[in-house]
């Protein structure tokens, strides 16, 4: 079974302030890590993927396989970052995206 | 980036009926179709996989004879909640790969359904 954790329901950081959304995954074969963002009013879209390896937004997110993790972090918080955001993994062997509780952050001015 | 439109966007119905979501993707074919159900605060909960041409495979606890998904083209879904119930009022999304190989998730904007 593919399962996806986020322990933080809600985070809050101050403007400028380094943020970090932790994710935990559990899956027997090869995952693959995606992290989505959700702003007020939008539909969900893909933030970054870990094979891209890639930073978006300022954002960036390791896949660590030994701690089974695919933390989100960005050194410098800002305003707009405020949304909801969900760590999603793709299962090769069960062609489906499976998705973690979600994230709402809210940087404060 | 591809995209992926639902329509209506919120609906209400009155208990015992049924209701239809549809599910499209615009700009590209879909084979397969993801629905999700999101309660309020919570996260999104795969219900089912929708497979064009064939039957629909459904997550562990969701009653198939209760949401009928229908996948009958490469561009269109639909889902169809039977005897809607106060309970199975929810935010439904649906979503897709772009059906290059590519396993991005394009998502339609949701469909508020409030049973009342």
């Known amino acids: 079974a593919q399962r996806v954790t986020q322990p933080e329901k809600l985070l809050s950081v101050f403007k400028g302030a380094p943020v970090e959304l932790k994710c935990n995954y559990s899956?027997?074969?090869?995952?693959?890590l995606f992290w989505y963002v959700q702003y007020s009013r939008q539909r969900l879209q893909l933030l970054l993927r870990?094979?891209s390896r890639e930073s978006i937004k300022g954002f960036t997110a390791d896949l660590n396989k030994g701690e089974t993790s695919f933390h989100l972090k960005k050194p410098f918080a800002q305003e707009e970052d405020s949304a909801m955001y969900y760590c999603?993994?793709?299962?090769?062997?069960?062609?489906?995206?499976?998705f973690g509780q979600g994230t709402r952050l809210t940087i404060n001015p | 980036g591809a995209v992926v439109s639902q329509h209506p966007s919120w609906v209400i119905c009155k208990s015992g009926t049924s209701v239809k979501i549809e599910c499209r993707s615009l700009d590209f074919q879909a084979t397969t179709m993801f629905w999700y159900r999101q309660f309020p605060k919570q996260s999104l909960m795969l219900m089912a996989t929708s497979n064009e041409g064939s039957k629909a495979t459904y997550e562990q606890g969701v009653e198939k004879d209760k949401f009928l998904i229908n996948h009958a083209s490469l561009t269109l879904s639909t889902l169809t909640v039977t005897s809607a119930h106060p309970e199975d009022s929810s935010f439904y999304i649906c979503?897709?790969?772009?059906?290059?190989?590519?396993?991005?998730?394009?998502f339609g904007q949701g469909t508020r359904l409030t049973v009342v």
């Open positions: 999603a993994l793709w299962g090769q062997g069960a062609q489906k995206l499976v």
């Open positions: 899956y027997s074969g090869s995952p693959e």
């Open positions: 979503s897709a790969p772009d059906g290059t190989g590519d396993t991005e998730a394009f």
């Open positions: 870990h094979i």
